[in-house]
Nanobody
Framework: QVQLVESGGGLVQAGGSLRLSCAAS????????MGWYRQAPGKQRELVAF???????NYADSVKGRFTISRDNNKNTVYLQMNSLKPEDTAVYYC????????WGQGTQVTVSS
């Protein structure tokens, strides 16, 4: 089993920045993908970004050019640097790790005020 612990959410004004972290522990052998989803009130959960163990990355169109995902395989940690935040980025952000099945973090709230 994989355990994921997130940190770094909070309240920020529009245009500001936040950095989310997600540390994996437990049975972490061969975690292929780590990344982030988000879910805003009344909306479906959507993929924000992910990084493969080989270093490739992928982003939702809505965050391209503003968010950067990075992964430290030695620390089994994935980061999401969020710049130029907008009110529509307000959501609960969930870290995930894919290792045959999906594993989820508990979620961290990001609130962007206008």
């Amino acid at each position: 089993q994989v355990q994921l612990v997130e940190s770094g959410g909070g309240l920020v004004q529009a245009g500001g920045s936040l950095r989310l972290s997600c540390a994996a522990s437990g049975s972490i052998f061969r975690i292929n993908f780590m990344g982030w989803y988000r879910q805003a009130p009344g909306k479906q959960r959507e993929l924000v970004a992910f990084a493969s163990s080989g270093g490739s990355t992928n982003y939702a169109d809505s965050v391209k050019g503003r968010f950067t995902i990075s992964r430290d395989n030695n620390k089994n940690t994935v980061y999401l640097q969020m710049n130029s935040l907008k009110p529509e980025d307000t959501a609960v952000y969930y870290c995930y790790a894919f290792q045959a099945t999906m594993h989820w973090g508990q979620g961290t709230q990001v609130t962007v005020s206008s």
